[in-house]
């Protein structure tokens, strides 16, 4: 049984042990979380070992990091001088090649192996379009995303002064191009002209079609769904008009944890380093021999 | 550069070539063919040195086996044997596994790498499969194909008594469900019931539903343009109905020539074994570094 520690609690800790617990071959040894007697208040985390520090787990094979994404680099440093695997969905683009080669460093001083940026975008999505440059080097290929929500675009929105709350869906419109739906709680006293003003000309939005719209009540529209279409139009050899499509509708926390407890899986199968979904072969994610999956899946 | 052999030179053979020549950092170094004599007849093997035996061409990194998929394991053993790596499309399914294991054995003894049953299916569809299951390990997975022509079902259908041509389209109806459409021109003084009768009885057809059409000239119908539509409705953690689909509309012998090219790539990056494309990391197949290319893909 592979040993899964998960570090952090929130939408993705949540799916990220419903995960594990579907998973014949893993086994959940607990939640590390900063301040962990907050925890005695918390139903759903009954009958799980809830530690502000890993130490107190015991054994642990993988932990999953499930920290917001600037905390990342630091926890995946420390779990690895531990010893420990690590996973995460670290997606704050530009600084994951800084953040590999770092980790791969440590990972190699300490028998360790961390996989980074794992999840749907990047992670799953990653790996369509490596496969699609494998089969159409040539050409342009399109990520569209949602309709579901922007967490980094929604955050943006409710630090302007006079918002209460706020959700920022992301609309695709093709071609990479996409419409940002933003919903608004505002606070008394503050004018709905100017906080709109404000979001239009905020570096999040400035460069999308972007409409705001006021709302009494932001929860009401809640709704973890998202979705992807991921298309390329591209040359195989000499031959032109090569079409591949990708779509998914999903549960995205769901989804990210179960990507994040599949990658736990393939990284107790790689050497020592820190890799990125592209670099991790497809059939070690799976659960069962390899000779199985090949006979099933190719 | 890395030193490209293709071996046997039909449709594919022809589709590897061109994939050759648009990759910067291949070279082709030559075609082997049986009768290596036949070509000087051939004109767009102009410029390309065919010989009998792979010898002739000097230093070869991957021979490309582009012969029958029968005749496929017979020349992988060989070619390791020689200390040449290899790629091919080898599609009997139910051999695979052995296929596999055998292979391996060779490749490990004379330190050579042969990447199998390398295309699209199976293949790069295969590699999708894997990527599903890992983001959906529970649900269910349909591989819908077409509309294309179907080889297998063609030879069949040209090997039956009084058939002088024949064409098998493979239509999808969903749900992994095909139908087979099968447009066969028939010789003199054979009748056309009787003919429909035996495809409809043979082995290939019996557990579709197959429709028989009579044509004057079934060179005319011929297209090698082709489709799959890959569906996967399944169960992420514990949440279900997360729903993923992989569609693409494609030449068939240049997709499949291309994906056995960039399986030649990731044949130069991967320890001496045997291999099916779900085993490889995908970012094996693409030309440049690994740096480059995770801060464009990931």
Redesign the interface.
């Known amino acids: 049984m592979i040993k899964i520690a998960v570090v952090g609690y929130g939408n993705i800790g949540k ?2 042990i ?2 594990v ?3 014949a071959d893993m086994e959940l040894v607990g939640v590390v979380r900063r301040n962990s007697s907050l925890d005695s208040a918390c139903k759903e985390l009954d009958g799980i070992k809830v530690v502000s520090e890993v130490e107190q787990l015991g054994k642990v094979d993988v932990a999953v990091l499930c920290t917001p994404s600037r905390l990342v680099p630091h926890y995946a440093a420390e779990y690895a001088k531990k010893g420990i695997c690590t996973i995460d969905s670290f997606d704050i ?1 530009t600084q ?2 800084t953040y ?2 770092e980790q791969n460093t440590f990972c190699i001083e300490n028998n360790t192996v961390s996989i980074l ?1 794992a999840g ?1 975008d ?1 992670g ?1 999505d ?6 699609y ?6 050409g342009l290929t399109y990520t569209n995303f949602g309709p579901g929500r922007s967490m980094g675009h929604s955050v943006a929105v409710k630090a302007i002064e006079g918002v209460e709350d706020a959700l920022s869906m992301t609309i695709p419109l093709g071609t990479g191009i996409h419409r940002r739906m933003v919903y608004v709680k505002i606070k008394e006293g503050y004018s709905f002209a100017e906080i709109e003003k404000k979001i239009k000309q905020d570096d999040y939005f400035v460069h999308d079609e972007t409409h705001v719209v006021q709302v009494d009540d932001v929860n009401q529209l809640n709704d973890v769904g998202h979705g992807v279409n991921l298309v390329r139009k591209g ?5 032109h ?11 995205n926390p ?2 990210t ?3 994040l ?2 990658c736990a899986r393939a990284a107790m199968k790689m050497k020592h380093g820190a890799y ?8 070690y ?3 069962g021999e ?2 199985d ?3 099933r ?2």
């Open positions: 799916a990220v419903e995960a617990n579907n998973a683009h994951v090649p590999r080669k940026s749907w990047p799953s990653s790996v369509v379009r490596a496969l440059e494998a089969m159409a080097p040539k040359v195989s050899g000499a031959t008009n090569q079409l591949f499509e990708f779509n998914m509708r999903i549960n769901a989804l944890g179960q990507i407890v599949s990125t979904m592209i670099e991790i072969p497809p059939v994610y799976l659960e390899v000779d999956l090949v006979m899946l190719v």
